[in-house]
Nanobody, 115 residues
């Protein structure tokens, strides 16, 4: 079995930065594309960024130029570098990974951006 654990969330002022991590534990064989999602207060969960096993990336328009998704396959870890944070980035951030065609989710990490 494999589990994914997010870390790095916290409270930051607008304009600040945070770096989220998503680490896989257990059997990490067959992990493919990975992604970050977020769910703000009273909002539906939305896709923020994706990264393939080969490193190709995509971002939702609202974070382009501010967020960077990356992964270290040797460490079975994915990252989300978040710069120039805005209050509207406040949300619980979740990592998702596809392993042998099945999606796995982390438990989420809270990011709060104060104005």
């Amino acid at each position: 079995q494999v589990q994914f654990v997010e870390s790095g969330g916290g409270v930051v002022q607008a304009g600040g930065s945070l770096r989220l991590s998503c680490a896989a534990s257990g059997s990490s064989f067959g992990i493919g594309s990975m992604a970050w999602y977020r769910q703000g207060p009273g909002k539906e969960r939305e896709l923020v960024a994706t990264i393939t096993s080969g490193g190709s990336t995509n971002y939702v328009d609202s974070v382009k130029g501010r967020f960077t998704i990356s992964r270290d396959n040797a460490k079975n870890t994915m990252y989300l570098q978040m710069n120039s944070l805005k209050p509207e980035d406040t949300a619980v951030y979740y990592c998702q990974a596809l392993r042998v065609g099945r999606p796995y989710w982390g438990q989420g990490t809270q990011v709060t951006v104060s104005s």
